[in-house]
């Protein structure tokens, strides 16, 4: 029991936020983060393990998974990764110490007790939020396409072909189909431990025609004595051709979490669904700035390659 609070609670914790950089990672995706964050990416033997599980059942797909979050966690979570014991923690510690002088009538008891003293050290040290992002190599499109019958692809295969209009009817039945258990349109029912309650669900295509999904809600988690409560934020879309798959989560001082999540992935992806925006009206402007702007959001989002980046800059500076 005390192994799993310890680790509990370090799952919870850790850093300051300040102002915001860009954090460029793999120099694949470029996130806007608190200048404390860090990455790392999962590539010990039992992460790589799980990882191929399911690259295994397409031919081809590869996938890289990495952890963003305050350096003090990701540093954790890579010596816990690497065999290091948790017990060993300093704030561990420091909270068994305490513990030791309480006298707890049950492990409901004691559990809370654990979870609100967390809580105290988070809101200290102004806690922000934890992201896992996974990077496939193929988009979407191509892994639906290659994964015929199955219900999930076939159902993307769909979406691709409507529109926002449609899109938004198509999301109202998607989520009630998944909160049908419960019967509220709110709450999914994961399993007798976790419950997750939605708030935002959205499907829908940017001014770029691609496809994404965004949804933020509270996940319910209850293991045995211990219940968390854990604000969530999900983001998935294609770029360049791959695959991007965001989670977040934040656990005290949440108020700002959903605009801090927007904030954070806004460098890479666009979730404007108003204005659609092609190469053939690039030119439609006789500000060049303006021009190099627009190409190089359409780079950015996907609908250019580099290749044809590169030779529509050189035509507009030419």
Request: proline share 2%; with cysteine.
């Amino acid at each position: 029991m005390k192994k799993v609070i310890a680790i509990t609670i370090l799952g919870l914790l850790w850093c300051n936020i300040l102002s915001a950089k860009i954090l460029n990672i793999e120099n694949k995706i470029q996130l806007e983060v608190p200048p404390s964050h860090k990455y790392i990416q999962y590539e010990n033997e039992e992460v790589r393990e799980s990882i191929e599980e399911i690259t295994d059942l397409i031919e081809g797909l590869e996938l890289d998974m990495f952890l963003i979050g305050p350096s003090k966690y990701v540093d954790f979570e890579k010596a816990i990764l690497d065999g290091e014991d948790p017990m060993e923690n300093k704030y561990v510690k420091s909270l068994m110490k305490k513990a030791e002088k309480k006298r707890f009538t049950n492990e409901a008891q004691q559990g809370k007790w654990f979870i609100s003293e967390a809580k105290k050290i988070m809101k200290k040290e102004k806690i922000d939020f934890v992201t896992y992002a996974i990077v496939l190599n193929k988009s979407l499109v191509e892994i639906s396409s290659e994964d015929e019958g199955d219900e999930i692809a076939d159902m993307i295969t769909e979406l691709q072909t409507m529109n926002n209009s449609e899109l938004k009817e198509e999301t109202k039945e998607i989520r009630k189909q998944l909160t049908s258990i419960a019967g509220n349109n709110k709450t999914i029912l994961v399993d007798d431990e976790m419950t997750i309650n939605i708030n935002k669900f959205n499907i829908a295509k940017n001014e770029y025609e691609k496809l994404f999904f965004k949804s933020s809600g509270e996940m319910i988690w209850v293991m045995g004595a211990l219940k968390l409560d854990v604000m969530l934020n999900l983001f998935l879309a294609d770029h360049n051709d791959k695959t991007y798959l965001f989670l977040s989560a934040c656990y005290v001082e949440c108020s700002k979490f959903n605009s801090k999540f927007d904030k954070m992935i806004k460098p890479i992806f666009s979730t404007n669904t108003q204005v659609q925006k092609t190469t053939s009206n690039i030119s439609g402007s006789s500000d060049l700035s303006e021009q190099l702007k627009t190409l190089n959001e359409l780079y950015k989002s996907g609908v250019l390659t580099e290749e044809e980046f590169k030779k529509a800059k050189k035509k507009l500076l030419n």
